[in-house]
């Protein structure tokens, strides 16, 4: 069986890279590349031992030098077994389940004006290893589209909001199609 955090940082990791690639880029062109933060939690002490101090963050943050922010939540599954035929929707971004923190944060950053998105890392199961499809769904101040209150999606469901592969930060920082 495959381990759901290794999987989660393979995807962070090309996430990443894509992002080093990116900046490159930028800076090739005689452009300011974007600044891209991993965001991690405040921490509160007590007693020798060191908590999350708080529930709601998201995994990276991009800020843009036009002052665009994009607030990104990375995903990653194997389409495989139960994910077959759909995306099982982690409990986090269930919009209608209390541990929807990250729904939550991403739909209230997206009232304040800033860019919201879940980019989910797909893996085929003949090819583990590789990323065979990538989908950056955006969310509003409605939250994610309308299916995201259900337990899954379907990949028919997910299609309009397939992006291409090798990763490209460009497309996370196009102009909101409207």
Avoid: M, N
């Avoid at 921490?43 to 031992?49: C, L, M, W």
């Avoid at 665009?68 to 929707?89: D, N, P, Y």
């Amino acid at each position: 069986p495959l381990d759901g955090d290794a999987l989660g940082e393979a995807w962070e990791k090309t996430f990443d890279a894509a992002a080093r690639i990116y900046a490159f880029a930028q800076t090739a062109k005689g452009r300011a590349s974007p600044e891209v933060c991993t965001t991690q939690p405040r921490y509160v002490g007590g007693y020798g031992k060191a908590r999350p101090a708080g529930k709601g963050w998201v995994d990276r943050i991009i800020c843009a030098p036009e002052g665009l922010t994009v607030h990104v939540e990375l995903k990653a599954v194997v389409r495989q077994g139960s994910h077959e035929l759909r995306w099982t929707l982690p409990d986090s971004l269930r919009a209608d389940k209390d541990k929807g923190h990250q729904a939550r944060r991403l739909t209230s950053l997206a009232r304040l004006g800033h860019r919201a998105v879940v980019l989910l890392g797909v893996q085929s199961p003949e090819r583990i290893g590789a990323w065979s499809a990538a989908y950056l769904i955006p969310v509003t101040g409605d939250g994610l589209p309308a299916w995201s209150s259900q337990a899954s999606a379907t990949w028919e469901e997910l299609a309009p909001y397939k992006v291409r592969l090798p990763l490209c930060l460009g497309d996370l920082l196009a102009p909101k199609s409207t």
